[in-house]
């Protein structure tokens, strides 16, 4: 994996990078120690091989490091959690994708 550097910024509720001066984005929203993952937004200028995937993969990790649980309500997002199930851990009890 390619680790991504994230910026959290909480003013807009999303997580950002910036490549090669674009910024892409997850938003969310969070509740009771639970992060709602509801949009990712990569334009299509952003052509890295694997970076939404890596993306991803960084922002769970700094969700994970805070010991919260995630619920992807993007469809993009809940479709990487259901082809990488190392994730499943992350999700609340009774959540399935």
Not at 16 to 22: A, F, L, N, S
Not at 68 to 81: K, N
Request: charged share 30%; proline share 4%.
């Amino acid at each position: 994996m390619n680790e991504v550097e994230i910026i959290d910024n909480t003013f807009l509720r999303q997580f950002e990078t910036t490549v090669e001066g674009i910024l892409a984005k997850i938003e969310y929203s969070s509740q009771e120690r639970k992060v709602f993952l509801t949009k990712l937004v990569v334009p299509e200028e952003i052509t890295r091989e694997g970076f939404k995937e890596d993306f991803i993969k960084s922002v769970l990790h700094r969700i994970q490091e805070q010991n919260l649980r995630v619920v992807p309500t993007s469809p993009q997002i809940a479709g990487f959690l259901r082809k990488n199930r190392q994730y499943k851990e992350m999700l609340p009890v009774g959540i399935r994708i």
